[in-house]
């Protein structure tokens, strides 16, 4: 789900639960979603031994790490990757220049790229993070990164700014005139920017002399950034757009990925030439054997155009050409480059309220009412109806399954006879599954192979559990390039079902 807030600028917008995040814990940070609220507290007087003890009572930061985990899919717990990154923790704390708090790390599920780190010792690295990574000393440079955020107090120092800023222009709209204090508001915000620019690349620098004195390869920071930008074009073309790098935004709160890998390969130089410290990887590839990839079962699988939920118990294929992303929010697809795209959601309605009086109330603007229509999927009741909104054309679907109400919704620019059968077709591939289809429905999950002295990228490639481009996503996994040859009796990352 990148979401200002967040180190992995790319995936920015992806995930609604990454949007919620800044929302819901107020972070202002850009960048990662570092939380430092600053200043020293007054010494509290020791509590009595014999005063009652109260339970049940959340702390404010205890509180805040259950707020994280619910909005990013709770805690992913794997006991051999938990051990292996608070290992890396631990030569990180005794590498610091100025430690001063003892961190402990939370996997969440979600298969995101995303990590962040909280004052109170916290730090967060997603199960998608893990995957992506191909050595320690990416992690460890990941994980040095975070904490470098909280260290140099870059969450206190952006909120003053802030403060300082809507100061500045609520007093050149008293003061001047409206348009004025908008002129001030613009420039607050490019300056913001520039200060959330700089604080990344700060914390990049502190991040690679840190994984340096605890011995770790100072390289490893601008590896996984590569991988990070390779990651975000590829999903980008999956889903017929640009990636951010692409389309440079003066307001961006981070720095391009170009620019972060220059940088830090500039810093591991003043340390030493490539080849120096340890980077890990056996440790790394024995730690994420095993572990889920992409969707998390209880939120429901895409497999290529099909999407399956065994939890809820039905089934959706979406039409010739789209790809899906999965959320716990809803399923969403694009095709055409942007020109299609639909969504699967759930919504609370009141059992005495057709489908019908449902979609005719007005929650979708441009609704014409008087195209609303009974339906019947594969014995499952349902309605639909047309609307218009702009350029854009929908054809809309609601149907009652369980105790919710799903609506399909497409949207596109042209709606010819063809692309409206199209969608037809795939609102009556809604359907029940059988106990049978949804035991046999497992999640994804990473294995390891060691390369023959006959395997090739493509050959390793084929045994990937994925439909969409298997050969770069098993490139992209293993931190290759197009060109780099397989080695025989290395080991290789693979998706399995």
Known sequence: MSVEGIWFSPERATRPAARLLVGALGLALAGCAALDPGGSKPELPAVPTAAPRTTGIDTPASAEHKRLVALFGGEYKSAAAELYLNGILARLAQSEERPTTAYRVTILNTPTINAFALPSGNLYLTRGLLALANDSAELAAVMSHEIAHVSARHANQRAELEKNAAVISRAATLVQSRQKGEEVQANGRMSLASFSRQQELEADQIGVKTVARAGYDPYGASRFLGSLGRSTSLRASMFGQKSGDEQPDILATHPSTPERINRAIAAARQI?????????????L??????????????GFVRGRRFIHPKLGFAFEAPEGFVLDNSAQALLGIAAGGNEALRLDSVSVPASTSLEAYLASGWMDGLD?????????????AASADAKGGEWYFRVAATRFGTEVYRII?????????????????????????PEEAQRARALRISLVRASADDTAASLASRMAVSDRPLEQFQLLNGLNASQPIKAGDRYKIVVE
């Open 272 to 284: 030493g030439a490539p080849g120096i410290g340890s980077a890990g990887r056996d440790e790394y």
């Open 286 to 299: 024995n730690a994420v054997d095993g572990i889920n990839f992409g969707d998390d079962p209880s939120e």
């Open 369 to 381: 009412p008087a195209s609303v229509r009974s339906e019947n999927f594969n014995g499952i009741s």
């Open 410 to 434: 497409f949207t596109t620019r042209s709606l010819t006879p063809a692309t409206s059968a199209r969608f037809k077709q795939s609102l009556e591939s809604f359907r029940r599954i059988t």
